[in-house]
């Protein structure tokens, strides 16, 4: 059974930063790409970050890609979301999310986390 488990987030200022972790376990963590997205108030799901199995390719949304980088440690069975400059904006709840493929041209999910709250606000 796929579990995704995130944690991480919390209270920041603005300008501020947060690392974001989360770990997988009920498969085979290598061997699928890993995306992150997230879900603020009142609004819909954005796709933020994804990273390539072997963790050879990354890609970030363009509205964040100055501020948030993603990555991943295959031995820990862990992806990353590293925020920093954060802005009010940005406050939602995080959730990783396992894709069902290795190397996706298009980032798609099919296991998600129960997810981590992020509030931006000083």
């Known amino acids: 059974q796929v579990r995704l488990e995130e944690s991480g987030g919390g209270l920041a200022q603005p300008g501020g930063s947060l690392r974001l972790s989360c770990v997988g376990s009920?498969?085979?963590?290598?061997?699928?790409?890993m995306s992150w997205a997230r879900q603020g108030p009142g609004k819909g799901l954005q796709w933020v970050a994804g990273i390539w199995s072997d963790g050879s390719e990354t890609y970030v949304s363009d509205s964040l890609n100055d501020r948030f980088t993603i990555s991943r440690d295959n031995a820990k069975n862990t992806v990353y979301l590293q925020m920093n400059r954060l802005k009010p904006d940005d406050t939602a709840l995080y959730h990783c999310?396992?894709?069902?493929?290795?190397?996706?041209?298009?980032?798609?999910?099919?296991?998600w986390g129960p997810g981590t709250q992020v509030t931006v606000s000083s």
């Open positions: 009920g498969f085979v963590f290598s061997s699928y790409a």
């Open positions: 999310a396992k894709d069902n493929q290795a190397s996706p041209r298009v980032f798609e999910y099919d296991s």
